[in-house]
């Protein structure tokens, strides 16, 4: 083996696979999406295991029982965040490729270490004396040992003084706050100088953060899973997970000091200097515009990275994340680099050509990436630069060198600066930042905004210690092909569980809210694939009505939890039961599973976009919600188009067919679309309208069937989609950038959407030959019906553009109202200023509304400049009183100010208000009192002006 610094990054990778597939007969599992799609405890795919944690907990099973790869991590903003180093040291990133090699209850320790070592040693010729491995020392609270066995092995490796023993922040690996962990055993590269070396021992340096002496490799072996309050329980095999750093080791092979310097992101620099007009990168530390190539060129992988793998910018979770990444870099391309328009997105393509020979799947559709990415740069450049400049304000108000948490609140609140971002400009001047009342400012933010909680009661777990204790009693896997047809089945109960034990009997509602019953064989449908779970009961066949209400079901492993509440009588462990579904539930959500492949069909039809593509689905018995990749929205033709090919495909009443089978054949039928990243079973279900599965299979390659709906999916359907009856979308809106969301309606209320979309037509029909009053109450009506009503997007905004006109009218007939009314009052307020002489005018105007008892007021005026005068006017319907009054300026002389003067008389009519001397308006709220006041106010005045 050549120890010259030959090998490029791509050679590397290569190497490793090889060194474990054609050497150790390792099987290669292609690294999962950065987005883990069935794992909500996970933000990013942070490890290479995540993909195997089911295997390592014992709830799945592989066609092999070792396996190597590169696995694309992320690691950003959940257990394991590196985004803090990335920019300021040389070896940390946001995403990484790690190179992985793994055991599922094959080999262990021996074989981990030693072949990590040949590796390492032997076919890359890296000097052994640089090579530094440490070992778990275990640790008391958590009743753990110290890795004795690691040790011992090493040593036939390592010279004692080489391997070094620590405690479970460094030597314990988790893979989030719960699921599979171990002790494990890392090793070290020492990059040093020889005199450096000479200096100090590596040892001394092992976990210091020391930028030269660097974990490479770590080697994990999984023993545990940590459960939810934080004990540890023995897994049911042991298992190896192994992962090393890709740039890291390229690094060293190149003999480099820093990840940067290496062929891994030659090209993404050469794009940055292109696109920003930047000098060269200089591989500075502390240089602050090599500081900002390393924080663009990590951000712009990650980000690439994330978008292709499905994730997109938001405001929450994993969106976050990439929104406080994106703007970091647009920051410091801003301010560092001096760059004003968006220029991330001109380096996607470059992100490509170093990546995507390793994952194809960057060169799906590049240009979509930095589309979505330029959009959010456009968003941030808007504000950014005023945000600077608060920032510049906050900075030089800073108390005690700290920025207020008002100023954090306001330049994340106002110009989308996040925390994280405000804390490093904060840093960067030496100052901090008041983050625990920016956090309570947040708090009370989000508490404003926020509705009530949801609890969900039937949330009841079965952990792996109780899973493998289902195998360790030998229940048998549920048997749940009967779920497909959801008729009735007797069945057997085999196990009972209470959340924390099994029991024998299920306990009643007063001792368990909630319990959990495993049958031999059911045909419930337990939530999976974004289909809701059935509901129903399970009662015993001795006929003395014991009675269970299942009212989730969800699958752990192969067994299937039916959770719910005992409502009569008793169950016992092994007694035979019968299981009934509540059927409407079921059928209404055939009708919307089948609908929703129908509806992922027509869109790409409908679209012209091959790009389309399933985000999400959830498949509900009172409605469907459809989440797909698209850059633009739907217009109202083609939601209207997409509504007509499923009710045309409703009303062919296509068969539905599903079939097992096998994989490799699935893959091969023309036009089938699977969800980027899913892990599909082998054999597979293949679900199909209007084609008979085998028919199918005898061509796979027709043309013809990407004209027809035909996907994976393991869900219920209909038999034949007439079932359906009618099919309504409510709703179609953006999600994310780049990705729309639609929800539909199927059978009774997508009829009632219909009907009652018909029944507004009519009643728009029946109010064109009214007039006056009962066609602005007709218009009304209509108006708030249309916008209330549950109605189809299409025929809501057909009826909103009916509407218009006919609201037009509406303001024309009030207007011409107002100004009858105008003429009305006005001719009033003239009569009694012709009857009126001496300096107190108060009166009562009928029938004046605020408008048109001002315009009274200037009648008066006009005639009694040198009166003091008042006006009341009243709506009696809403319990309304309206005041104004004037004084000239003789009489605020003598003391009667229009303030008080009006406060006065609303204080009567159970109202307030006030103004200034010459001018002032009140309301009040008993019309009733109006006389009362009238009185009183003309006594006020005449006593002031008398005087
Ligand atoms: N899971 C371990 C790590 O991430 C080894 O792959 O370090």
């Known amino acids: 083996m050549t120890t010259t610094a030959t090998r490029t990054a791509a050679q590397i990778r290569q190497e490793f696979i090889d060194f474990f597939t054609k050497k150790q007969g390792h099987a290669f599992a292609p690294s999962s999406p950065v987005v883990p799609h069935d794992d909500p405890t996970l933000l990013f795919t942070n490890a290479g295991m995540n993909q195997f944690k089911d295997v390592f907990l014992g709830q799945g099973t592989r066609d092999f029982v070792r396996a190597a790869n590169t696995q694309k991590c992320i690691r950003a903003g959940g257990k394991h965040n590196d985004l803090e180093d990335v920019g300021k040291d040389t070896y940390h990133h946001t995403f990484f490729e790690m190179l992985g090699n793994w055991s599922f209850g094959d080999y262990f320790k021996v074989e981990a270490i030693a072949w990590a070592w040949e590796l390492l040693v032997t076919e890359w010729g890296i000097d052994p004396d640089r090579l530094y491995v440490t070992v778990f020392e275990g640790d008391a609270s958590d009743g753990t040992e110290s890795d004795t066995d690691a040790e011992n092995i090493w040593k036939q490796f390592v010279p004692a003084d080489r391997i070094g023993r620590f405690d479970k922040k460094d030597n314990f690996w988790e893979m989030g706050e719960t699921g599979p962990c171990g002790p494990c055993s890392e090793i070290h590269y020492d990059g040093r100088t020889d005199e450096e070396r000479a200096r100090e021992p590596g040892a001394e340096l092992v976990n210091k953060d020391h930028p030269d002496v660097i974990e490479i490799w770590n080697l994990v072996f999984i023993q545990f899973n940590r459960g939810e309050g934080g004990a540890l329980t023995p897994l049911p095999a042991q298992h190896v997970d192994t992962g090393m750093g890709f740039e890291r080791i390229v690094r060293v092979l190149q003999h480099k000091s820093s990840n940067y310097d290496t062929d891994v992101w030659t090209p993404i620099f050469d794009a940055i200097r292109t696109a920003t007009g930047a000098r060269e990168y200089t591989s500075v530390l502390d240089d602050p515009i090599d500081i900002a190539y390393r924080v663009i060129a990590d951000h712009i992988r990650c980000l690439t990275i994330a978008l292709t793998d499905g994730a997109r910018p938001g405001n929450e979770g994993r969106g976050y994340v990439l929104r406080r990444i994106l703007r970091r870099a647009v920051r410091i391309a801003r301010q560092t680099l001096g760059v004003d328009r968006p220029v991330l997105n001109e380096l996607v393509p470059s992100v490509v050509e170093s990546l995507g020979g390793a994952f194809p799947e960057l060169r799906t559709n590049p240009d979509r990436i930095a589309t979505i990415i330029r959009e959010e740069e456009e968003a941030f450049l808007r504000t950014i630069d005023r945000g600077l400049v608060l920032f510049d304000e906050a900075a030089s108000s800073a108390k005690n060198t700290q920025i207020s948490a008002e100023h954090a609140f306001g330049l994340h609140d106002t110009y989308g600066f996040p925390i994280d971002l405000t804390r490093i400009m904060a840093e960067e001047r030496g100052l901090t930042v008041d983050e625990a009342g920016y956090e309570s400012l947040m708090a009370a933010a989000r508490e404003k905004s926020r509705g009530k909680d949801e609890n969900d009661p039937t949330a009841i777990t079965l952990p792996p210690e109780a899973l493998a204790q289902l195998k360790y009693k030998d229940v048998a896997p549920t048997d749940d092909v009967d779920k497909f047809h959801g008729r009735p089945t007797s069945a057997h109960i085999r196990a009972i569980w209470n959340g924390t034990d099994f029991d024998n009997v299920v306990e009643p509602v007063g001792k368990r809210p909630m319990v959990a019953i495993i049958t031999d064989k059911t045909n419930f449908y337990a939530e999976q694939g974004g289909q809701i779970a059935d509901t129903g009961t399970i009662v015993d066949v001795d006929g003395d009505k014991s009675t269970f209400e299942v009212l989730d079901v969800q699958r752990v492993g192969d067994y299937v939890m039916h959770i719910g509440r005992l409502v009569d009588g008793e169950l016992r462990e092994g007694e035979p039961v019968q299981m009934m579904l509540h059927r409407p539930r079921r059928e209404m959500t055939k009708s919307n599973h089948t609908a929703t492949h129908v509806l992922n069909h027509a869109l790409r039809v409908v679209m012209h976009d091959e790009e389309i593509d399933q985000r999400g689905s959830l498949v509900a018995d009172d409605r469907l919600r459809f989440d797909f990749s698209c850059a633009r929205g739907m217009t109202p033709d083609e939601i209207e188009e997409v509504e007509a090919h499923v009710n045309r495909v409703i009303a062919q009443n296509l068969e539905v067919f599903a079939e097992l089978v096998p994989l490799d054949k699935a893959q091969q039928i023309h036009g089938l679309r699977a969800v980027f990243g899913e892990r599909y079973p082998d054999p597979v279900r293949v679900v199909s309208v209007g ?29 034949f989609c007439g079932d359906a009856k009618h099919f309504v979308i409510t709703q179609e809106s953006a999600l994310a950038a780049g990705i729309r969301r639609v929800i539909a309606l199927t059978g009774p209320a997508a009829m009632a959407a219909e009907t009652a979309a018909r029944t507004l037509e009519d009643q728009l029909a029946a109010a064109d030959a009214l007039e006056g009053e009962s066609f602005i109450s007709a218009v009304e009506d209509a108006s708030r019906e249309v916008d209330e009503l549950s109605l189809g997007t299409a025929a809501r905004t057909r009826l909103r553009a009916r509407l218009e006109p006919l609201r037009e009218k509406v303001k024309a007939i009030r207007k011409s109202a107002q100004a009858e009314n105008r003429g009305a009052v006005v001719e009033q307020a003239r009569k009694m200023a012709d009857m009126h002489s001496g300096p107190v005018f108060v009166n009562h105007v009928e029938g004046a509304n605020k408008e048109t008892l001002l315009n009274a007021m200037d009648v008066i005026r006009a005639k009694h400049e040198n009166s003091a005068a008042m006006l009341f006017s009243a709506d009696r319907d809403e319990g309304k009183v309206m ?58 005045a005449w006593e002031k002006v008398n005087d």
């Open 691 to 719: 084609v008979p599965v085998p028919t199918l299979l005898e061509t796979p390659d027709n043309p013809d069937w990407s004209n027809h709906s035909i996907e994976f999916c393991g869900g219920t359907h209909l038999d």
């Open 883 to 940: 005041i104004v009054a004037t004084v000239p300026k003789e009489l605020i002389g003598k003391g009667l100010k229009a303030g008080d003067w009006v406060k006065l008389a609303a204080g009567v009519c159970g109202g307030g208000g006030g103004g200034r001397p010459d001018m002032a308006q009140a309301g009040g709220k008993d019309p009733e009192k109006i006389d009362d006041a009238i009185a009183q106010a003309r006594e006020f």
